[in-house]
């Protein structure tokens, strides 16, 4: 019998889901997809994009290369990560 406390599967967020790998190794997870400040500031007018958010984007890039699975809210941004990826 499987003890119930065990965590199998967490979902997290973008860049949550990298420090959770940090924090729990071994524990699978799934990424939902809702667009960090990297993927809005893509296409936002032309200008810098500040390093705190490309931080943000480098810690994303990790986790979702490292994920089990993703959930996306649109066909559209699923093509957009899978195109990166």
């Known amino acids: 019998m499987k003890n119930i406390d065990t ?8 860049t949550g889901a990298y420090y959770l790998s940090l924090l729990r190794p071994g524990i699978k997870t799934v990424i939902r997809l809702h667009g960090e400040a990297y993927t809005f500031a893509k296409y936002a007018p032309p200008g810098r994009i500040p390093t705190g958010i490309k931080l943000s984007r480098y810690l994303q890039r990790r986790s979702l290369v490292s994920a089990d699975m993703m959930t996306s809210p649109s066909y559209a941004h699923a093509e957009e990560i899978m195109s990166e990826l």
Request: net charge negative.
């Open 7 to 14: 965590i199998d599967i967490v979902e997290a967020s973008e």
